[in-house]
């Protein structure tokens, strides 16, 4: 699993509890589970390449294009 954020990837390997992590209590044991068990494995994506970042957030011109070019998206051109 490809993550945007390194909290949230240390808080996957960490098996210490966080106070401050309780909301996400049980997302987050399912997920150290997995981790401790070598069924999955918690690596670092940079928010650039973060593919699904087009779909949630408002991007720069330039990383709307790159990502909508990775996906297979093409702009196509209307004629009035």
């Known amino acids: 699993m490809y993550v945007d954020n390194k909290s949230t990837i240390s808080l996957a ?25 070598k069924q999955l494995d918690v690596k670092y994506c940079s928010t650039e390449m973060q593919l699904a970042d087009i779909l949630t957030k408002d991007l720069k011109v330039n990383s709307f294009v790159v990502l909508r070019y990775k996906l297979g998206v093409s702009s196509i051109e209307i004629l009035n």
Do not use: I
């Open 13 to 37: 390997m960490n098996l210490v509890a966080h106070g401050r992590s309780k909301h996400r209590e049980t997302r987050l044991h399912f997920l150290r589970e997995k981790v401790s068990k």
